[in-house]
């Protein structure tokens, strides 16, 4: 094992693999309602709660999100400390990355440029006293921008296809509630496995919403390792309106 810690690979390492892969199943939602059936809320889970911190944790972003009908999500994005290439714990995102970047991507193509990966993992819940069913047209995207890196994502996050030809160019969002992830694919970032040129800290973390939804209740947690990680020098702010709650550097850098 590396300097990093064997906790490190273990606590991040299973969380990507199981949640990228699907293996860990979301939770249970409404099905989709007909029209005119009447269906009962989701029952809030236990993970409204705050998580606690993990050794590779970075970065929280949290808001409310209320959507034109009234309805609510609580909303987290949790930041993970970037892993390399070439890290055991990040063979399965490479494999979803390179599914998603079709003929454009391999492996040999990882190693050679030094790619590296940072995951979000999000959570979108309705929250205690939520009264209405989230509408399936109140979109929410994630930042980073797919203008900018590669993403892929998973579980309940969506890929908007006039975004970009390929799944990995194309920017993520979600209309509903649920459990997620996005992987942020980074060329020319890894040093050696346990060193990177901190790209991660040049992009924004959070969410944006669309029109008929808004975000109120906006903070955010840096911890210690992601201002080791670049976030202290990288001139970052703080956006938290009724349409945005994200912090990052003022002009994203882009990859392409």
């Not at 929410?140 to 996050?157: E, T």
């Amino acid at each position: 094992m590396n300097t990093r810690t064997s906790a490190i690979a273990v606590s991040f390492g299973i969380v990507a693999i199981a949640s990228l892969t699907g293996c860990t199943a979301p939770v249970p939602l409404t099905p989709n309602p007909s029209p005119t059936e009447n269906v009962a809320l989701p029952e809030p889970a236990p993970s409204l709660t705050r998580t606690p911190p993990a050794e590779d944790s970075m970065l929280w972003a949290r808001a409310i999100a209320t959507a034109s009908n009234g309805s609510q999500l609580s909303l987290e994005g949790h930041v993970r400390r970037s892993l390399s290439y070439d890290w055991p714990g990040s063979q399965t995102i490479n494999t979803i990355m390179i599914d998603d970047c079709g003929d454009t991507l391999t492996n040999a193509i990882l190693a050679a440029d030094r790619w590296s990966f940072t995951m979000m993992n999000i959570s979108a819940i309705p929250p205690e006293g939520s009264s209405e069913v989230w509408p399936d047209d109140s979109r929410i995207d994630f930042r980073p921008s797919a203008d900018n890196v590669y993403m892929a994502g998973r579980l309940f996050v969506q890929s908007d296809a006039a975004t970009g030809d390929l799944l990995c160019t194309q920017n993520k969002y979600f209309v509903e509630a649920g459990r997620g992830n996005i992987a942020v694919g980074l060329p020319a970032d890894t040093i050696d496995q346990n060193t990177f040129n901190n790209g991660w800290a040049a992009q924004t973390w959070g969410f944006t919403a669309a029109a008929g939804v808004t975000l109120s209740e906006c903070s955010f947690e840096i911890l210690p390792l992601a201002n080791d990680n670049g976030a202290s020098t990288a001139g970052w702010v703080q956006v938290a309106d009724a349409n945005n709650c994200y912090i990052g550097p003022p002009t994203e850098a882009s990859v392409f």
